[in-house]
């Protein structure tokens, strides 16, 4: 009984023994546990750094980012601004090249510059100056009215104040994009301005107004032409001339040009005169499509319309259909007509110099004093300032002619001439039989005076004029010699003062071979 027992305590036992060597095993495990358990935890520390790191790093790049994003908008807004500079410039040198509408108060302003009763009288412009000007505008094509500028689209508005003093501080373009960004509001407040302004302000920015108004219809014909064709029923005359003066005949659309032509043939019956005179100057600045009404008005009764009329026949682009207009407007009654044709031969002189010479010289021998002036001042003195050898003949056969008026105008159109290139003629001329020749060339030296080469030349021809027969001659050189403060006895030689015998010629040089 006793061994049956410490069997079973031995596989009591075995069982027991077996337990302590699972406990052992799982004690051996668990530091290998905890080794693995320890690796987790350091690469999960170490994901988190890393973590850190980058979310650290992640506000520098964006801060870099952000750098180069305003670099590049200040580039941007650089490139704008140069953008910006150029179309201001453009804008301004299309407005200046358009042509003002004519005014109420253009009435005499050449003649009244026009010295009185032989006084000397300034250069009108340099005829350097004019010929570039010429030159200039016949190399580039004229702006035409109601053109805007691509560029001036993009830019942001001005705001245009418009005071009770109508008042605008802005350029045309700006205030035409003003206009185009409500244009039934801006119209109506214009024209509430325009209303309460006075005569003499209302003419001081006439033209910026009309030339904004006439852009912005040009941009949106159809629009501007709905608001508008109200401005040219109004009650004022001031309105329906300021809406008569905007029309954009310049419209590159044929439709569109034919709509405005329309508009303004339809107020040449207008009964305000003021507004029937602006539609007359807006459609002879287009003189080849309009040729019918050009002959019309330069033979009307109302000499404002015949000068109006003139004044824009040099934009006519077949000179040989205006040529016989200027032949009668040259000697027109009226001082404003002929005068303002004086100047349209000038500019259309280079085109056709022989054709154009031959109606100029219609102007200098005409009967009329004023007609010849018009022509001295408005033509021949910048012809025969330009030289050339074909003037100068043209001068020597002028002085030797038997037509008095010819020469008057000759004398009197010698301002800008070189005075050694004058100096012979001026000798021939004070030995005129005509004494109002003779006066010319007196004022003429006392114009040259300072440019002559010689002192003593010039006051040799104020002595022919001291001791000339005539008194309108002698006053004019006493005149010459007191405005000048010269004393004539000291500044001519003696033997070159009048009376004296000239002095002896050398003798000739004796014969090759000749000893004695």
């Known amino acids: 009984m006793a061994k049956k027992r410490s069997s079973k305590t031995k596989k009591k036992t075995g069982r027991s023994g077996t337990a302590k060597g699972k406990t052992r095993a799982v004690a051996k495990a668990r530091p290998k546990a905890k080794k693995k358990a320890s690796g987790k935890a350091k690469t999960k520390a170490k994901a988190k750094s890393k973590a850190k790191a980058k979310a650290k790093a992640k506000p520098k790049t964006k801060a870099k980012a952000k750098a180069k994003t305003k670099a590049k908008a200040k580039s941007k807004t650089k490139a704008k601004a140069k953008a910006k500079s150029k179309t201001k410039a453009k804008a301004k040198a299309k407005v200046k090249a358009t042509r003002k509408p004519v005014s109420a108060k253009k009435t005499s302003a050449k003649r009244a510059s026009a010295p009185a009763k032989g006084k000397p009288r300034a250069a009108k412009k340099s005829a350097v100056a004019t010929k570039a000007a010429a030159a200039e505008g016949s190399a580039r094509p004229p702006r035409p009215r109601g053109a805007i500028d691509p560029a001036s689209r993009k830019r942001k ?256 159109s010698m301002r800008f001439v070189r005075a050694d290139k004058t100096l012979p003629m001026f000798r021939n001329l004070l030995r005129d039989e005509d004494a109002h020749v003779r006066r010319r060339v007196i004022w003429q030296v006392w114009e040259h005076f300072g440019s002559f080469p010689n002192m003593a030349q010039a006051a040799e021809l104020l002595q022919m004029g001291v001791s000339d027969p005539s008194p309108l001659v002698r006053q004019m050189a006493r005149d010459a010699v007191e405005g000048l403060a010269i004393d004539l006895e000291a500044a001519i030689p003696d033997d070159r003062r009048p009376g004296r015998p000239p002095p002896p010629e050398p003798a000739p040089p004796p014969p090759f071979g000749d000893v004695t």
């Open 157 to 412: 508005p001005v705001a245009v104040p418009i005071n009770r003093n109508l008042e605008v501080s802005a350029e045309a373009d700006e205030f035409s994009l003003w206009i185009l960004e409500s244009p039934k509001e801006r119209l109506e407040e214009i024209r509430s301005h325009v209303l309460r302004a006075d005569a003499e302000r209302l003419e001081r920015v006439s033209n910026l107004i009309e030339i904004a108004i006439s852009t912005a219809w040009a941009e949106r014909t159809k629009e501007m032409t709905r608001l508008l064709n109200g401005w040219l029923k109004d009650r004022s005359p001031k309105i329906r001339r300021l809406a008569v003066a905007s029309i954009p005949l310049g419209c590159d659309e044929p439709a569109a040009y034919e709509k405005c032509r329309r508009l303004l043939r339809g107020m040449l019956k207008d009964p305000a005169r003021e507004v029937r005179l602006t539609a007359i100057s807006v459609l002879a600045e287009d003189p080849d499509r309009n040729l019918d009404l050009v002959r019309k008005w330069v033979k009307d009764p109302d000499a404002r319309t015949r000068e109006i009329a003139t004044r824009s026949l040099h934009l006519a682009e077949r000179l040989e259909s205006i040529l016989p207009l200027l032949k009668h407007l040259v000697v027109d009654r009226d001082s404003e007509v002929h005068w303002a044709a004086a100047s349209v031969l000038y500019d259309v002189y280079e085109r056709s110099t022989k054709e154009v010479l031959e109606v100029a010289k219609l102007m200098a021998a005409s009967e009329d004093q004023d007609v010849r002036w018009a022509a001295a001042m408005s033509f021949f003195e910048h012809v025969f300032a330009d030289g050339g050898e074909h003037v100068m003949s043209l001068m020597r056969q002028w002085s030797k002619h038997d037509d008095a008026n010819l020469r008057w105008t000759l004398a009197h």
